[in-house]
């Protein structure tokens, strides 16, 4: 179950429309709903809030995370590099 922490932190990284870029990211990994479909953004919302308990997506949504967040820093990496 994803906390108030844990959202707090997908909202910071991923912005407050994660959802979509959470399903793209399922989607990319072949990770679909018990009926073989793409998640609902109200299935992704209820996840990240912590109402609704899917070990495999939460696992995910953290893989996305931390990729994200290297991500951004190697951006800022570059940046700095580039505007010294």
């Known amino acids: 179950m994803i906390t108030d922490?844990?959202?707090?932190k997908i909202t910071e990284v991923l912005t407050k429309h994660y959802s979509k870029r959470i399903i793209d990211?399922?989607?990319e990994n072949e990770i679909?709903?018990?009926?073989g479909k793409e998640f609902s953004k109200a299935s992704i919302q209820r996840i990240v809030s912590g109402a609704q308990v899917n070990e495999t997506v939460e696992l995910e949504i953290a893989k996305l995370v931390a990729k994200t967040r290297?991500?951004?820093?190697?951006?800022?990496?570059?940046?700095k590099q580039l505007f010294k």
């Open 5 to 8: 922490n844990q959202k707090n």
């Open 25 to 27: 990211h399922l989607n």
């Open 32 to 35: 679909y709903n018990s009926k």
């Open 70 to 79: 290297e991500e951004q820093k190697e951006l800022e990496k570059i940046k």
